[in-house]
């Protein structure tokens, strides 16, 4: 007589039970992954700021503009307005030599999109609106030089993504 093999009944409802739980405990972490991909995203964003804030910078070096409260520098993206060297917090300065694009909404007052120069400027991702009053937003902070010995700064929030 042949005797036949298989799971039985419990076997099959306690794997079922253990999948469940392996379910339940794995699951927040592949839900955050938008929210994850926001603050990467933004992060990005601030490298891609610092790093044109830098070239700029260079450039003024090597012209000599430096230390000159107003100036240009030609890149490769276009003429960039400087303040004492670095990329002026306007369209035609920091948007123009980051070149972040159409995906990013540009802020001056965290009230409305910027459309005039500011000492200070956020970029956001398009939908998202910068809280420059508290903690929970998603942008990425540029303050052009003050002076020659105060250098331009980038600073992210990511605790709204």
Known sequence: MKRQQGFTLIELIIVIVVLGILAVTAAPQFINFSSDARESTVKGAQASIQGAMQLVYARSLVNGTEDAATSTVTTEGGVVDTVYGYPAAAVNGIDRAAGLGSDWSRYD???SPAT???????FAPTGQTPDFTGADSC???YTEAADEDT???VVV???GC
């Not at 005039?116 to 956020?122: G, H, I, K, M, Q």
């Open 109 to 111: 007052s965290g009230t």
């Open 157 to 159: 929030n990511v605790a």
């Open 151 to 153: 250098p331009a700064t």
């Open 139 to 141: 942008h990425v902070l």
């Open 116 to 122: 005039n120069s500011a000492s200070e400027v956020a």
